[in-house]
């Protein structure tokens, strides 16, 4: 109770989650027959593995393909598909999630980089500011879903059993529900806002494609490859990272030698707050399987829900609501430890699981307060964070219809894996 205490208390005030977690640590083992060194050692041996090279060298992939001017390509071919459709430029925003979703695999990095294109652009056709920045927002939670993805490499780490192809393949079915579920919304209700455009001749639609086919091969090239048993996933993201710089260099020549050092210090940044995390959430589930906390909340879980099916839900409301305070992959690397148990001992199949804790809190980072895709949409738009909030809500249900789905008919998310033998 100490270590927890200290927990939430440093959560509330505003401490980051990584200081906030290894304070509560210290502050458990410091009631146990440890010595407090222990903590170090268990925070280093969490990092101790192959497979999280995967992360910094996607976020490295990630970086060089937004410093080579890729996102200009995605969004003329974007617009070349469904420009000419009504709400054309709010549907080219969800599609060109879609396919920048195959470069990132993050949910912020795709914010920050299309909303700076399309925030402005639709505000000057006549949507208001305010929809663009959470249309963008939302659209960025298919990110995560599409592989390559750095949350289902972080699950899959978490968990045992549970194979990264197979994931890969569960999160594509959703990503497109999301984004044809979005496309629909925009179509009856964001309309109105800017007129039809003229459709693309073939020999245009020809050529933007053309333009867009480096990025269009680098997550068949990434996928494919694992699929096939060519590379692992953590060598696959070293591929991706030396494809994007080779890519960038040689055949679009729109990457600067000299930019380089800044790409690598953002990528560095930004998988320090990741890999941080990562490494003192191991030393925190170290401590609670030690204690026996996940066996004895799994034992009490179960007393009390024997089906399946309310598990889901139960665990839908759970994820919805930490969701709305925490980010995903902090609130994933606290909570699976102790419900991944709980859904193995009910036969959920793991896959399944798995995609639905993963689709559930990428929704968390476009719901407020704390959702930090629409943090980083407002920095762009900077229209208050009230205004976007009240535009993202339809745009939310649209989410949790999607999440609902996926939760009650798993062949929607199990069919692909199964299709490839998974």
Same mark, same amino acid.
């Given at each position: 109770m100490l270590g927890f205490g200290i927990l939430i208390v440093l959560l509330l005030i505003g401490s980051p989650i990584a200081f906030a977690i290894l304070l509560g640590v210290v502050g458990h083992v410091y009631? #146990? @027959?440890?010595?407090? %060194?222990? /903590?170090a050692q268990r925070i280093f041996s969490g990092l101790d593995s192959f497979s999280i090279l995967a992360i910094p060298l996607f976020v490295l992939a990630g970086e060089l393909m937004n410093e080579s001017g890729i996102t200009s390509r995605i969004i003329n071919f974007a617009n070349a598909l469904v420009g000419h459709m009504r709400a054309g430029l709010a549907h080219v925003n969800i599609w060109a999630s879609v396919?920048? +979703?195959? #470069? %990132?695999g993050s949910a912020v990095a795709d914010t920050s980089a299309l909303g700076r294109v399309f925030i402005p652009t639709m505000e000057k056709e006549g949507y208001p500011r305010s929809f663009a920045a959470a249309l963008t927002a939302a659209s960025s939670v298919i990110g995560p879903m599409i592989p390559p993805s750095i949350p289902v490499i972080i699950y899959a780490l978490i968990t045992t059993g549970v194979s990264v192809p197979a994931l890969f393949l569960a999160g594509v079915a959703p990503g497109l529900f999301l984004a044809v579920g979005l496309s629909i919304y925009v179509?009856?209700? +964001?309309?109105?806002y800017a007129p039809l455009k003229a459709k693309l001749s073939m020999k245009e639609r020809l050529k933007a494609f053309v333009? +867009?086919?480096? @990025? #269009?091969?680098? @997550?068949?090239f990434i996928v494919g490859s694992i699929l096939t048993g060519i590379v692992t996933p953590t060598e696959a993201a070293a591929f991706a990272a030396a494809y994007a710089l080779l890519a960038g260099i040689f055949i679009l020549k729109s990457l600067k030698i %000299?930019? #380089? @050092?800044?790409i690598f210090i953002r990528a560095m940044r930004d998988s320090s707050v990741i890999l941080i995390v990562i490494a003192v959430v191991a030393a925190a589930n170290w401590l609670l399987t030690f204690s026996r906390v996940p066996q004895t909340v799994s034992q009490m879980v179960l007393e009390q829900v024997s089906s399946p099916w309310m598990f889901l839900i139960l665990v839908n409301v759970i994820l919805l609501v930490v969701g709305l305070f925490l980010e995903g992959i902090a609130a994933m690397l606290i909570l699976l430890p102790i419900l991944h148990p709980i859904a193995m001992s009910l036969g959920i199949d793991p896959v399944h699981f798995g995609? /639905? /804790?993963i689709f559930n809190l990428m929704i968390g980072l476009v719901t407020p307060p704390m959702g930090i895709c629409l943090f980083v949409s407002n920095s762009i738009a900077n229209v208050g964070m009230a205004a976007i909030s009240k535009q993202i809500m339809p745009l939310f249900l649209v989410e949790l219809a999607v999440l609902i789905l996926i939760t009650f008919v798993p062949s929607t998310v199990t069919f692909l894996p199964t299709l490839f033998g998974y």
């Amino acid at each position: 109770m100490l270590g927890f205490g200290i927990l939430i208390v440093l959560l509330l005030i505003g401490s980051p989650i990584a200081f906030a977690i290894l304070l509560g640590v210290v502050g458990h083992v410091y009631t #146990l @027959p440890f010595n407090v %060194s222990l /903590v170090a050692q268990r925070i280093f041996s969490g990092l101790d593995s192959f497979s999280i090279l995967a992360i910094p060298l996607f976020v490295l992939a990630g970086e060089l393909m937004n410093e080579s001017g890729i996102t200009s390509r995605i969004i003329n071919f974007a617009n070349a598909l469904v420009g000419h459709m009504r709400a054309g430029l709010a549907h080219v925003n969800i599609w060109a999630s879609v396919i920048f +979703a195959g #470069l %990132s695999g993050s949910a912020v990095a795709d914010t920050s980089a299309l909303g700076r294109v399309f925030i402005p652009t639709m505000e000057k056709e006549g949507y208001p500011r305010s929809f663009a920045a959470a249309l963008t927002a939302a659209s960025s939670v298919i990110g995560p879903m599409i592989p390559p993805s750095i949350p289902v490499i972080i699950y899959a780490l978490i968990t045992t059993g549970v194979s990264v192809p197979a994931l890969f393949l569960a999160g594509v079915a959703p990503g497109l529900f999301l984004a044809v579920g979005l496309s629909i919304y925009v179509y009856f209700f +964001a309309g109105h806002y800017a007129p039809l455009k003229a459709k693309l001749s073939m020999k245009e639609r020809l050529k933007a494609f053309v333009d +867009a086919w480096i @990025p #269009l091969f680098m @997550p068949v090239f990434i996928v494919g490859s694992i699929l096939t048993g060519i590379v692992t996933p953590t060598e696959a993201a070293a591929f991706a990272a030396a494809y994007a710089l080779l890519a960038g260099i040689f055949i679009l020549k729109s990457l600067k030698i %000299s930019s #380089l @050092p800044g790409i690598f210090i953002r990528a560095m940044r930004d998988s320090s707050v990741i890999l941080i995390v990562i490494a003192v959430v191991a030393a925190a589930n170290w401590l609670l399987t030690f204690s026996r906390v996940p066996q004895t909340v799994s034992q009490m879980v179960l007393e009390q829900v024997s089906s399946p099916w309310m598990f889901l839900i139960l665990v839908n409301v759970i994820l919805l609501v930490v969701g709305l305070f925490l980010e995903g992959i902090a609130a994933m690397l606290i909570l699976l430890p102790i419900l991944h148990p709980i859904a193995m001992s009910l036969g959920i199949d793991p896959v399944h699981f798995g995609i /639905v /804790v993963i689709f559930n809190l990428m929704i968390g980072l476009v719901t407020p307060p704390m959702g930090i895709c629409l943090f980083v949409s407002n920095s762009i738009a900077n229209v208050g964070m009230a205004a976007i909030s009240k535009q993202i809500m339809p745009l939310f249900l649209v989410e949790l219809a999607v999440l609902i789905l996926i939760t009650f008919v798993p062949s929607t998310v199990t069919f692909l894996p199964t299709l490839f033998g998974y």
